[in-house]
């Protein structure tokens, strides 16, 4: 069935479309009330969430359909050994659709491939949270007026940071982009993020460790948590978790058009003296998230009504291509067979097809 793992599984056309249904949804909810009547969503929370998972249920019943899920790996038979493709299976035969966050990177998409079902990915490990970049576009789009012609500072823990790839993903298909890095060097973007995706698409990118020299350019400033979850020291985490703190102060040296966004939660990152200034559109971007997540759940329902399938993934087995990434859900779940695509043929650099760690053959 169409899913959603990755952000680039939507075409612009399909992410215009998402954003007209949700501002539509937002001004006339009643019109929606009843388009899932006798439908269910599935939610499998794997890992803690407030807001995506609580805003898909909000959606759904928004929607008139019903909810049934867990909301940690111990409530499940995760916790018995049970693997993804045979959960995935299962939930096929309770509800119509499901949502899905897990710690490991590639099990939405592992999900999807067992699924009768469309899966979404409500954030994978540190790689993809594509239905909070729907989120983001919906909040850019209506808060900036155009999702082109914009500067886009990210600043925090971009190595981490789901949101932060799945977000430099979207803006690469859209015109006239550039992109203000802003991290520690320790946390800057990954490598892959930046020659595959910025570099590939010809986008402008700088990085600097600094906000305040950034800040005056920015159109919109997209902060981010260090995510302490995904550090193997907790001294490194310690020594960089207030990296960046943003303060009245600080916006005093943006323009009066900016507009700051975060995913949330945020820890320390922006001071809540700054929730008082008109350009902080982090609580209206959550309230966005909701309005997108029922656009979404609507448009997969009905794809898979008319039978629409994923596109199939142009992989190879080699036995000198095996996934080391210990983040990978391969890593747990032996029986997945380790399996990548060719990203670069000149450099002979593969993909692994589930978490998209690198591997160089030739
Ligand atoms: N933004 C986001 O993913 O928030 P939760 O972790 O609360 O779902």
């Given amino acids: 069935m169409r899913s959603l793992i990755d952000i680039v599984d939507f075409s612009v056309e399909e992410i215009q479309q998402l954003l007209e249904t949700a501002c539509d949804i937002s001004e006339n909810p009643a019109k929606y009330a009843e388009r899932c009547r006798g439908k269910k969503l599935a939610t499998l929370f794997y890992e803690p969430s407030t807001r995506t998972r609580l805003s898909f249920e909000a959606a759904m019943y928004e929607l008139g359909g019903n909810v049934l899920g867990f909301s940690e790996a111990a409530s499940s038979s995760a916790a018995k050994g049970e693997s993804m493709a045979d959960t995935a299976k299962m939930l096929s035969c309770y509800a119509d659709i499901m949502a899905i966050r897990h710690p490991k990177e590639g099990a939405p998409f592992v999900a999807a ?121 907790f001294d490194e ?17 943006a323009k009066p058009t900016m507009r700051v966004l975060h995913p949330l939660p945020r820890v320390n990152e922006i001071s809540v003296k700054v929730d008082e200034d008109p350009r902080a559109a982090y609580f209206r971007q959550a309230l966005n998230g909701k309005y997108m997540r029922m656009a979404l759940i609507l448009k997969l329902l009905k794809e898979a009504e008319e039978g629409k399938q994923m596109e199939p993934v142009n992989a190879v087995e080699n036995s000198a291509l095996i996934c080391d990434n210990p983040r990978c859900i391969s890593s747990t779940e032996q029986e997945l067979p380790h399996r990548f695509k060719l990203v670069d043929a000149e450099r002979g650099i593969y993909r692994c097809i589930y978490c998209e760690g690198k591997k160089t053959l030739g």
């Fill in 113 to 233: 491939t067992n699924a009768t079902i469309p899966v979404i990915n409500a954030g994978d490990g540190g790689h993809c949270h594509p239905t909070q970049t729907l989120a983001d576009l919906l909040t850019v789009y209506r808060e900036n007026g155009r999702l082109h012609d914009l500067t886009i500072g990210c600043c925090g823990d971009l190595k981490y940071g789901r949101t932060v790839h799945s977000l430099i993903s979207a803006f690469s298909r859209y015109d006239n982009i550039k992109f203000v890095l802003i991290s520690p060097e320790e946390l800057k973007l990954p490598k892959y993020v930046k020659y595959e995706v910025l570099d590939k698409n010809g986008m402008q990118y700088v990085e600097t460790t600094s906000l305040e020299e950034a800040m005056p350019q920015l159109d919109v400033l997209y902060m981010t948590r260090i995510q302490r979850e995904r550090f193997d020291s």
């Fill in 237 to 253: 985490y310690e020594r960089l978790k207030d990296s960046y703190i943003l303060t009245p102060e600080k916006m005093a040296a």
